[in-house]
T-cell receptor
Framework: DAKTTQPPSMDCAEGRAANLPCNHS???????VYWYRQIHSQGPQYIIH???NNETNEMASLIITEDRKSSTLILPHATLRDTAVYYC??????????FGTGTSLTVIP | DTGVSQDPRHKITKRGQNVTFRCDPI?????LYWYRQTLGQGPEFLTY????????KSRLLSDRFSAERPKGSFSTLEIQRTEQGDSAMYLC???????????FGDGTRLSIL
């Protein structure tokens, strides 16, 4: 599995876009990039995933660089409920996830 | 879709006792995973099932830990002779095949007195 690097913490003003970076410079060709978030006392919540192309769903957008060595999760209009720890994971299809310590995002009113 | 269900949500027990947790995955998912999470850390992988077969185990899964998925549906995780260091959140996840994402339950929080 490719290891990922994320900033330990970030702040974002409510209503603004939150852009969370992730470095996965050792990613291999068959490894997907997944994003999850976790709010205290709950299990990780799946947000979005992708392989090569940018992806968008009702929660967020995922931008993957052409060389696939990094990606950015975009929350277009952050709300207070988006305050959470965000995990970026890169792995091949199959088994375990390596979570790391993630980015603690605080949305400020 | 009822999501991944875990029971109990909280368990308090004395050191040395045995505990068992249950996980009910999303019904159409054939893959099931157990993770452990301690305060301030991300979840750490414990073990993985495909249908009823346990295909992968972490070194974190000592011989006091055992997991089963007898009919390829629900799974149980048992910890024997619990120790203080076993205090953690135990998370279960399930997924379909290929690159499909894992979906997590809200975990069982274990506290050892």
């Amino acid at each position: 599995d490719a290891k990922t690097t994320q900033p330990p913490s970030m702040d974002c003003a409510e209503g603004r876009a939150a852009n969370l970076p992730c470095n996965h410079s050792t990613i291999s060709g068959n490894e997907y990039v997944y994003w999850y978030r976790q709010i205290h006392s709950q299990g990780p919540q799946y947000i979005i995933h992708g392989l090569k192309n940018n992806e968008t769903n009702e929660m967020a957008s995922l931008i993957i660089t052409e060389d696939r060595k990094s990606s950015t999760l975009i929350l277009p209009h952050a709300t207070l409920r988006d305050t959470a720890v965000y995990y970026c994971i890169a792995r091949p299809t199959g088994n375990q996830f390596y979570f790391g310590t993630g980015t603690s995002l605080t949305v400020i009113p | 879709d009822t999501g991944v269900s875990q029971d109990p949500r909280h368990k308090i027990t004395k050191r040395g006792q045995n505990v068992t947790f249950r996980c009910d995955p999303i019904s159409e998912h054939n893959r099931l995973y157990w993770y452990r999470q301690t305060l301030g850390q991300g979840p750490e992988f414990l073990t993985y099932f495909q249908n009823e077969a346990q295909l992968e185990k972490s070194r974190l899964l000592s011989d006091r830990f055992s997991a089963e998925r007898p009919k390829g549906s629900f799974s149980t995780l048992e910890i024997q002779r619990t120790e203080q260091g076993d205090s953690a959140m135990y998370l279960c996840a399930s997924s379909g095949g290929g690159g499909q994402p894992q979906h997590f339950g809200d975990g069982t929080r274990l506290s050892i007195l």
